[in-house]
């Protein structure tokens, strides 16, 4: 039986998890079909400018929403993360991050929080690099434990806290 793996040291702050890959694929894409379809409905003489427009704002309104679903990330500062999923941004205090969960199967990471809740973290997918997002999955987990678990001084502060 070998020995379990050390623990990851945690990365030096402040550090943003994103997922690189996924972002480049849907941007690229995005870009390649609004320049390829803006092209095409220019270029077709059968077509009124009114149709014209409408085809250009449809393939605008499909490269935004490629765009809205490569914004996820997570940045992790010091004083808590701040959670950026699709439409929805949250901040959380280090304190209220119980645990960092990726398991098999997991479409992201999710973090359980101290009030009890769940919170998805699209910023962290395994999708295209998975190894990537197990890696920022263990380093987040890192972090939590690290600066989440820190005793508190009187009055409510940590002591690296002025």
Known sequence: MSAPAPA??????????????????????????????TTVTLLLDKLSP??????IFTALLFLAVLALLSRPKV???????TVVNLTRTRRLAWA???????RAGDP????????????????IQPGIARAR?????????ALAETRGTRPEQPGGTRPDQH
């Not at 009114?50 to 085809?55: D, G, I, K, R």
């Not at 940045?75 to 993360?81: F, K, Q, S, T, Y």
């Not at 990471?109 to 009030?115: H, I, K, P």
């Open 50 to 55: 009114p149709e014209q427009v409408s085809f």
């Open 96 to 102: 209220e991050i119980l645990r960092v969960n990726l």
């Open 8 to 37: 990851p040291r945690p990365p030096a702050l402040p550090v943003t998890f994103r997922p690189t890959r996924t972002r480049i694929v849907l941007l690229t894409v995005g870009v390649a079909m609004f320049a390829a379809v």
């Open 133 to 141: 997002a197990v890696d920022d999955a263990r380093a987040l987990r």
């Open 75 to 81: 940045v992790a500062d010091e004083d808590g993360v």
């Open 108 to 123: 992201w990471v999710f973090l359980d929080l101290s009030d009890g809740t769940s919170l998805p973290v699209l910023g």
